[in-house]
């Protein structure tokens, strides 16, 4: 049994109640004495030259401070990436500038032109208004495939066409691969589209900047998944802000699903103009500008091979995949579909010859990058999309294909460079079978044809990597930024303890889960001890919150800081009892000497270190505060198994899920309510891109989804109740913890059994359907059913 | 501008506002209440969620100026007098019906409103009545369940946790 309030307890959230009470405090909740508001004026064509701009009207409004141009940040720097890819032939990924505010040209609908700086949002407003754009239309590229044929019109001029680059992996497989297709007992062929989706966090994005002359000393408030990462990024790339002198507060934050990781020319825009102005300088999106300046994510099109022996057993995988990078490099877009994607083609199955190819192409639409699961979804739903139609090309069920191929063994190499440490994938397969009760489905699938609706299952699995990563290994791979995170853990005197966090916390329960690894640490109550994030000055560097790192990389960190504690707390304690080091026991808050029933209280250790009157001050130094930084030995590898129930209406087409079951191996478990919460989070965001949600753009480039009315957000009647289970354990062997991850499992295991699903109800009632594109909406599938009418 | 006077959580407050004012701005930057948010331009995700005259009512969708004289409650206004969780606030924490909160308080708005109109709700009313309140963390499940378990339903047999 959990100990109360440690480790494996499902610990009630203690963040909830400023949440709840009205009492969160978020970046839009900042005001800054004597601050003014920036309104960007926003191309509202895909592509142009920008021939003229006249601001003299504008400026001269009531209430306007200033209207900047691109012109003001041609001595800025470019906004980065963090990422460099190296293609199939050993050359570097094309680079194009990013400017702060266009300059030259507009690339996509939404690209900022000019900032108006005014007393009031109202100002702002009113004076872009009066602004003269002169702006040439240029034909815009807005297929992939179109943009990467001789004669498109390139997105940027400098660079010799709009192919950022083209990735081969593992280049050495590739004539391998071919051959093994080529002389091939089976092969199944897909091509399918993972639709272009908006991460939408429920908090549109905000910045604040502030400059105090005084130190000159650089604030910015923002809206951030990573404080850190801005703060290198901005400050030693656009700004040339050195880091002493710029602190980035993130504070609380209202969801970021990945489109909240990279830094945003708004958030350098604030910045500099607090020093340009001498005045703080607000930004709040309205939610139709999220549309148009949030990185969106997904975006491949891909054509995937798979073949089989005469026995059903995989020998070979080959993929092609068009990536959408839109107009510009995002932070980690080049990441995406390259390390986060061709890495994990493999799935969870011992195919032995894989090669995958990426194409990422710049077209003139909003940049994508990374978006819950980022390039693990778009891996997964190709490899158990081809799974599926392979079994019912080859008429044998779906679970006995998938198992007769699991990898087994561990640890297992597989042919694209990673290797995976642990995992059961039959343990979760069976968990699956039973939480989904998959033995009555026949029953309900009758039931639900005597209502006359087709009813369909379908299953997939999964296997994710997770808590990236290895420095070197990144490096290698082309990351501008190291990957391990730190944790300074500060015992006060008293005995309660802050714990700073290179992680942040936007939904994701550190603060309550962080303290509960230390509390069963050194055996007090959770209660003593606080979690400190999202502020560069209070907290060691850390990378942030993303790809489900926290606890692996930066939880490591806070274990290593701990044990730290606990090792210098002992050699007072010794002193305190006179005995030896080595004989000093932790338990519950205090410290024996083992054998004995000499012992000495937790508080009464800490208060010695900060008034050491009866101190070891010769051996070691007063005080107790330990910094540890952690960099992993490897990535995680959860995995998982997942079932999907639908009913098809066969008069509108319109799909309802009926049941859901996640079976999920996370290795082990901190607060299993936070993990269950995680995985419904993630759940309901791969059955909206499965069945709802599509970031649609017109031939010209005009977004077609910039709101709420037209882009369809899961609501509550779209979805069921989840039956989750993550009681299958394999834990991480290379970290403290045992931990792989939770965050986005949900997200990346969903689509392709909802698709499956809704395949096995059309195909069951005689509707010859290998594949159908997501979001299945009610008129893509009635389209389906009445090919021909 | 004009003065505009209401009640907000029990207290008569005014202050300035334009015309064109939105009462959930004349909320967050005249009253400093911030715990009432935006999440949208198009009055669909519910973030903004308040009570006006005892209804639930998006406060982007209305000027300060249309709720002159109205009794106002924010989520500020939710707790028991003696400071401790309303039962729709304390069923929110009992079943992680949040995470990053942004959303909450318009869902807890809501949720009070639909248990005083309908204090037993069954699944599918709840989920039908959060169709204006948007989630991007949950999944709903936890927020169902937290309803169900405010107007006192057993909520021990929905699957896992
Ligand atoms: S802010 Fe009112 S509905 Fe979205
Ligand atoms: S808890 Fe984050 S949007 Fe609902």
Known sequence: MPKDGGIGAATPRREDVRFLTGNGKYTDDINVRGQAYVHFLRSDIAHAKINGIDTSEAEKMDGVIRVFTGADFEAVGSIPCGWQVTDRHGEAMQEPRHPVLAHGKVRHVGDPICAIVAETYEA??????????????????????????????????????????????????????????????????????????????????????????????????????????????????????????????????????????????????????????????????????????????????????LALDKDNNFTALRTETYANMGAYLSTFAPSVPTWLHGTLMAGNYKTPLIYVNVKAVFTNTVPVDAYRGAGRPEATFQLERVVDKAARELGVDPIALR????????????????????????????????????????????????????????????????????????????????????????????????????????????????????????????SQIDIVHGDTARTPFGMGTYGSRSLAVCGSAMVKATEKIINKAKKIAAHLLEASDEDIELADGQFTVAGTDKSVAWGDVTLAAYVPHNYPLEDIEPGLEETAFYDPANFTYPSGAYACEVE???????????????????????????????VHGGLAQGIGQALLENCAYDEDGQILSASYMDYAMPRADDVPFYSVDHSCQTPCTHNPLGVKGCGEAGAIGSPPSVVNAVLDALNAAGHDVPHLDMPLTPSKVWDAMNKGA | MTQVSMTVNGKAVSGDAEGRTLLVQFLRETLNLTGTHVGCDTSQCGACVVHVNGKAVKSCAIFAAEVEGAEVTTIEGMANADGSLSKVQQAFQDHHGLQCGFCTPGMVMSATALLGENPNPSEAEIRAY????????????????????????????????
């Not at chain 1, 079978?433 to 609706?453: H, M, Q, V, Y």
Request: proline share 4%; with cysteine; glycine share 8%.
């Open chain 1, 648 to 678: 098809v209406d066969p008069d509108t087409g319109k799909v309802t899920i009926e049941r859901f079951a996640a079976a999920d191996d996370f290795g082990n478990i901190i607060n299993p309510m936070i993990v269950s919460g995680q």
């Open chain 1, 403 to 526: 198992r007769q191929n699991f990898i087994t063994e561990f640890p297992y190499a597989t042919p694209v460079a990673v290797e995976y440490d642990t995992g059961d994938y039959n343990a979760t397969m069976d968990k699956l079978t039973e939480i989904a009760d998959l033995s009555g489905f026949e029953a309900r699938r009758k039931e639900s044809e005597a209502r006359g609706k087709l009813r369909g299952l379908g299953l997939n699995c999964y296997i994710e990597a997770c808590g990236i990563a290895p420095s070197n290994l990144v490096g290698q791979l082309g990351a501008r930024a190291g990957l391990y995170d730190a944790a300074t853990v500060r015992v006060n005197a008293t005995g309660s303890i802050s714990v700073m966090v290179g992680a942040h916390s936007h939904g994701q329960g550190h603060e309550t889960a962080f303290p509960q690894v230390v509390a069963d640490m050194i055996g007090i109550d959770a």
């Open chain 1, 124 to 305: 702002a407003r009113d004076a872009a208004e009066a602004i003269d754009l002169d702006l040439e239309e240029l034909p815009a590229v807005v297929d992939m495939k179109e943009a990467v044929k001789d004669g498109a019109p390139k997105v940027h001029d400098e660079l010799t066409s709009n192919l950022c680059y083209d990735w081969g992996f593992v280049e050495d497989n590739r004539a391998a691969v071919d051959e093994a297709i080529k002389n091939a007992h089976h092969v199944t062929t897909l091509e399918l589209v993972n639709n272009r989706l908006v991460a939408n966090p429920m908090e549109p994005r905000v910045a604040v900047g502030d400059y105090d002359r005084s130190d000159e000393e650089h604030t910015l408030y923002t809206t951030s998944q990573n404080p850190h990462v801005i703060r290198l990024l901005m400050g030693a790339f656009v700004l040339g802000i050195p880091e002493h002198k710029l602190r980035v507060v993130a504070p609380d934050v209202g969801g970021g699903f990945g489109t909240k990781i990279f830094h945003y020319a708004e958030e350098a825009f604030v910045t500099f103009a607090a020093k340009e102005l001498n005045r703080p300088v607000k930004w709040t999106a309205s939610r139709s500008e999220a549309f148009m300046s949030d990185a969106h994510g997904r975006d491949h099109i891909t054509k995937i091979e």
């Open chain 2, 130 to 161: 959060l169709e204006g309140n948007i989630c991007r963390c949950t999944g709903y499940h936890n927020i169902v369940k937290s309803i169900m378990a405010a107007a006192g339903q057993d909520t021990s047999k929905i699957a896992a946790e």
